[in-house]
């Protein structure tokens, strides 16, 4: 529903209720009408593994189906063990836009909430929204409320929780009809500049280098659906069964990055209190004391490679190439490979000192061998000699 140009733009519920929205549109924007929906996501690495059999017994929730494919292919993408779905009360926002969402709740202990506000607008329209949302609008509080309501109830499927919580947030804002239903090649063209504030969260003009560096990470399929991905939002165009794979795709990439923020906060913590202990020194005492560090070190090595390994194997792709380039196109935009280097690198140096600290046990130990059979044997050559007459 288009007003004039002192009227705000009509936004619609999925009841097709009229919801006011504080953003005017300009006069005259009929031609550049868009239609679709803004998502945004919220997730926190609340725990070390979700029980999903449990969770559903508790909540009596649904898991995620399968993604359908834009193309027909022989495979197809699928989760190892899918997420458990369950949806949340709206959220009505102090401006007065109700968020329709839902929670998901992940076996690698990380918990989703996803919320939505369907709208109609020119591009003007979308951009003030995606600068007010993504800079002004505290999501996190308001998604970490609902998250932490729900997971007083689901506390006995949880396996060691954590006390604080981890986040991330990312926005989609995903376009299923505009007039004129341009190509994606069109599209880039006429409103790349508009594509690239909405990706960066910005309502000033950009300039040109940034918005073509914005533009370079794009993926289409077909000519008419196009997917322009940034490290804090992302612009789709596309229909709504169409958009359902890349959204999935994008919500998982921040699962990984949020699963190996804590991997790399996990050994920053253990390799200081390894550093503490090897400044007491090596001497024979401490090298025991180095044993105790050395079991901790490892088991927390073998969390983290069972862990990673957990999170790696949680989707699947199957001779579907085109969301494989997808997911590693979000993946390297949001800094998944980034942390996970890093957490490759601290693991190389965690192994190393735990060598190290084995050898310096097994030096002390043996030390200590050899100390204990030489005064056994000063012990008996001492009663030997004592037993001899003068």
């Known amino acids: 529903m ?181 190509s994606a090649e069109e599209l880039c063209k006429t409103q790349g500049a508009h594509i690239a504030q909405i990706v960066r969260g910005e309502t000033a003009q950009l300039s040109d280098g940034e918005r073509n560096e914005i533009l370079q990470s794009r993926i289409s399929y077909y000519p008419n659906d196009l997917a322009v991905i940034g ?18 795709l994008l919500e998982y990439a921040n699962s990984q990055l949020l699963e190996f923020r804590h991997y790399d906060e996990l050994l920053t913590r253990e390799l200081a209190i390894v550093y503490a202990s090897l400044d007491e020194g090596t001497g024979i005492l401490a090298r025991w004391r180095l044993a105790r560090a050395a079991t901790k070190l490892h088991t927390v090595l073998l969390d983290v490679n069972e862990l990673t390994e957990h999170a790696d194997n949680a989707i699947k792709f199957l001779s579907d190439m085109f969301s494989a380039r997808l997911y590693k196109l979000a993946a390297a935009k949001v800094g998944v490979p980034d942390y996970k280097d890093l957490v490759t690198q601290k693991v190389q140096t965690a192994e190393q000192l735990y060598r190290f600290m084995v050898d310096q046990f097994n030096q002390s130990r043996a030390f200590f061998l050899e100390l204990t059979v030489v005064v056994i044997l000063v012990i008996e050559l001492i009663y030997f000699f004592r037993g001899k007459p003068i």
């Not at 369907?118 to 929204?129: H, I």
């Not at 981890?166 to 009809?177: A, G, P």
Request: proline share 6%.
């Open 231 to 248: 490290w804090n939002a992302a612009f789709l165009y596309d229909t709504e069964a169409g958009a359902e794979t890349a959204i999935q």
């Open 2 to 182: 288009i007003q004039d140009n002192e009227s705000a733009v009509a936004v619609t519920d999925r009841q097709g209720r009229d919801v006011p929205s504080s953003l005017p549109m300009k006069a005259g924007s009929v031609d550049s009408l868009l239609h679709g929906s803004v998502l945004v996501l919220i997730q926190f690495d609340v725990c070390e593994e979700i029980r999903l059999d449990q969770l559903q017994q508790i909540f009596g929730a649904r898991t995620l189906e399968h993604p359908t494919l834009k193309h027909q292919a022989p495979g197809y993408v699928r989760y190892e063990r899918p997420p458990v779905v369950e949806p949340i009360e709206p959220l009505v926002l102090e401006s007065g836009e109700r968020l329709v969402g839902q929670i998901k709740y992940y076996d690698y202990g990380v918990v989703s909430v996803v919320l939505e506000l369907p709208f109609s607008g020119d591009w003007d329209t979308l951009v003030r929204l995606g600068g007010r949302w993504v800079w002004d609008v505290d999501f996190s509080a308001h998604a970490s409320h609902i998250a932490r309501q729900k997971l007083e109830r689901a506390a006995p499927a949880l396996v060691k929780p954590y006390k604080g919580w981890l986040s991330e947030d990312y926005f989609i804002f995903h376009v299923r009809e505009m007039a004129g239903s341009p």
